[in-house]
């Protein structure tokens, strides 16, 4: 048999002869023996796992890790045994936090097991018979009741009142009546599919008799899984980077190292001494402490947006929001409250936003509160406690939606069920489309029915009107209906009858007759209130944002432009439109759309993916199972923790624990933070190791004596590059850090003038170490190498506090708005004096104490670099250097 079947377009005999099985017999239980033997047990296989001890390998990999690795086993060389401690710590480090993100990431599969039913209630042999969900086959006969998770993908040939929620699979944020009847269309989507099961999903209501066409990974919820199994995590931005910079790194090492090599070996110098040189000056070089940097920002961020209800599963991913240029969000739960509610209400040609309070003396109002009250099967069994909401109310989504917008008004349903009690019902059905109660009043009865507009005013005679009963006018309700419909509401029709007696029989043909029309009520899951704002953020921020729901296009316009994501014309681009596009065709038009529905997961893939290609950095929200192969795919996934399900948050990237879209915001800004603080400290780190390599250069080539011996720079770089260096990881977000674009995810890391700022400073810094060295060799200092040691650990200093803003000025940011800094700082400079004043430190370093005016005469050369780079950043306010963006800009 195919399993890719139409199976919604075919009546249910033709569909039992596909199956090979009987409508009211079921399967033998031989029959049944047999094709699980075939096709294998009803349950959601895992792709090959790798063990912990091969994922912890893995992580050695990265090319910057394993320059790392050599430049430990260099030091150990050298003698410098705690700088291969350290290294090694780190690189240690870094790869047990990538072993349990990677770990984490396979547990989405588990979580899609945990959605599977334990058992099935069948027919086999023509018995009733409960057996284990993962024992059903294609071809079982199996009943559904209200609270069963649906254990297979069935074709539905019997139901009564069934209805299913399917929100975790589609995107539905309200429960969907079931039918039995074939469907026309061949190419609906799954939330159209009314004579079908999933899967996955839940009964809420009613029950039902269905063939099981699909089980396992051949189920759509097994599509997902499959899918989650071959979507590979994208790289992020910062990795991407990083890797080649420790390549590009790497390669001028060893070129600086053998020039420095071969130019002292030209002047005569000891080949032993220049090789520890070289070897110290490429240890020096290789910024160890760079993973500890990322790695202490990563995790400073990570604590921080936990402490705003964001939890980063991967600590990748804080700093990845930050280079986010789309946000593509699923709508129900996500930007919606996933929680219908009444917004309008449409009688005696007035349209209000709420019913009005029940003391209203309108005999109109009076009889619609009392309908929308006590038409319904809802429970409720809250306590007057605020703290339970909607928790405590039992029933279907858009009942207690009509329950709750009664009793805001005054309707209490048990005050007037006291009034009005009960004593039939007419069930709703998917024929009739609408469903009825009868309630004694009086001496006689009233009945309310409420259900689908064409289905109400084709049996209602009149209308109440606060003037009385008057005519009817069918044709500009109908446009009134089409009219909320269009703005994405679902439409709901009231109207009601009076009898004198009770009748005898409860038949719609007896009670759903000759009824006057009460009014419309149009209802939405409305966006949540924070949303709007965040939209705008995001917008002001260059991001863009993007709608991708499996509701309907209507709503889901209606929504995307509440929200300010799209405009009234926007188009819509539903699923089956999509599904006619190439490749190609949708990344040529991918950017210019701001709303998809009623797609299914594997077309949030090719959304996601057809961004990519046009080298966008793409965001992914997302809460039920339908998006969780999108959010693996997205450069960041992030679900909601609250309604999200747990195949979506094992998927995810960043789990927002209060289902706010808006701390999506804080987040962006703290990733922009992080990129800006490691920027920096690649900068500090990078400027400093090139002024120490100018310093070498400039001395080889004006035949100067070696300026530093191989423990000055093996210092500089334990001491004076690490801790103000590790300070920087603290240091606060840039001013206007959210009103300038996106960086470009392809973007150098060494763009915006980050380079030449390396060259040129770095220069500076080698010209004053070098000027010191001159001016003490000529002035017949015998400690000439003191000051040149002196002054290049000061210069470094001066660099590091000028550069703690790209563009403004230290004295604008506060000179201890980062106390971490200034006291490294501080205690860098402790530690260089005490290498200079103190005794043994003195052998150890060959360093000679300094007189006060030759230490001077050191800062003062050492703080030009602070005068310099102030000027620097003044020009790039002026526009005059590097662009007008910036950062912070």
Partial sequence: ????????????????NELDSDLTQGLTVNEAAKRLEQYGPNRIERGARRTLLHIFAAQFADFMILVLLVAAVVSGIVGELKDTVAIIVIVVLNAIIGTVQEYRAQRAIAALQKMAAPEATVIRDGKRVTISAAKLVPGDLVLLEAGNVVPADFRLFETSQLQVDESALTG??????????????????????????????????????????????????????????????????????????????????????????????????????????????????????????????????????????????????????????????????????????????????????????????NGLWQRLGQALALNNTVHDQSTGDEAQGHASIAGDPTEVALYLAAKQAGFDKAAQSRQLPQV???????????????????????????????????????????????????????????????????????????????PE?????????????????????????????????????????????????????????????????????????????????????????????RVDPRQKIRIVSALQQQREFVAMTGDGVNDAPALKRAGIGVAMGKKGTDVAREAADMVLLDDNFATIVAAVKEGRRIFDDIRKFIKYTMTSNSGEIWTLVLAMLLGLPLPLLPIHILWINLVTDGLPGLALASEPAERKVMQRDPRPPQENIFAHGMWQHIVFVGILIGALSIGAQIWAIDQGVGHWQTIVFTTLTFAQLFH??????????????????????????????????????????????????????????????????????????????????????????
């Fill in 505 to 597: 029989e409860y038949t719609p043909e007896q009670i759903e007759t000759e009824l006057t029309f009460l009014g419309l009520v149009a209802m939405i899951d409305p966006p949540r209130e924070e949303v709007p704002q965040a939209v705008a953020d995001c917008r002001a921020a260059g991001i863009v944002p993007v709608m991708i729901t499996g509701d309907h296009p209507a709503t889901a316009r209606s929504i995307a432009r509440r929200l300010g994501i799209a405009n009234e014309n926007d188009p819509v681009m539903t699923g089956q439109e999509l599904k006619k596009l190439s490749d190609d065709e949708l990344a040529q038009r991918v950017r210019d759309l701001r709303i998809y529905a």
């Fill in 1 to 16: 048999m195919n399993q890719n079947n139409p199976w919604h377009c075919w009546p249910a005999d033709k569909t039992a």
């Fill in 172 to 361: 539905e944020s309200h429960t969907v009546s079931k039918h039995t009847d074939a469907l026309a269309e061949t190419d609906l989507p799954l939330g159209d599919r009314r004579n079908m099961a999933f899967n996955g999903t839940m009964v809420t209501r009613g029950n039902g008799r269905g063939l099981v066409i699909a089980t396992g990974m051949a189920s759509e919820i097994g599509n997902i899984a499959t899918l989650l199994q071959q979507e590979e995590s994208v790289k992020t931005p910062l990795q991407i980077r990083l890797a080649q910079f420790g390549k590009h790194l790497a390669l001028a090492i060893l070129v600086v190292c053998a020039f420095i090599f071969g130019a002292g070996l030209l002047q005569q110098q000891p080949v032993l001494l220049m090789f520890l040189t070289a070897v110290s000056l490429a240890v020096a070089a290789i910024p160890e402490a760079l993973p500890a940097v990322v790695t202490i920002s990563l995790a400073l961020g990570a604590r921080k947006l936990g402490r705003r209800n964001a939890l980063v599963r991967r600590l990748p991913a804080v700093e990845t929001l930050g280079s986010v240029t789309y946000i593509c969000s699923d709508k129900t739960g996500t930007l919606t409250q996933n929680q219908m509610h009444v917004e309008a209400l449409f009688a005696d040609d007035t349209q209000l936003a709420e019913l009005p309070a029940v003391d209203n003396q």
């Fill in 424 to 502: 039939g019902e007419l069930a709703f059905d998917e024929n009739r489309k609408c469903m009825s109660t009868l309630h004694q009043s009086g001496a006689g009865i009233v009945s309310f029915t409420k259900g689908a507009p064409e289905a109400i005013l084709a049996v209602c005679k009149d209308k109440l009107t606060s003037q009385g009963n008057q005519a009817l006018d069918q044709k500009s309700l109908q446009q009134q209906v089409d009219a909320l419909a269009a703005e994405g509401y679902r439409v709901l029709a009231v109207g009601y009858r009076e009898f004198s007696s009770l």
């Fill in 800 to 889: 590091v506090m000028a550069i703690r803003s790209d563009r403004d000025s230290l004295f604008s940011i506060g000179l201890f708005s980062n106390p971490q800094l200034i006291g490294a700082v501080v205690l860098t400079v402790m530690l260089q004096l005490a290498v200079i004043y103190t005794p043994f430190l003195n052998d150890i370093f060959k360093t000679a104490p300094l007189p006060l005016d030759e230490l001077m005469i050191c800062v003062l050369l050492a703080s030009v670099v602070f005068v310099v780079v102030e000027v620097e950043k003044w020009m790039v306010r002026s526009g005059w250097l590097y662009g007008n963006r910036g950062q912070g800009s």
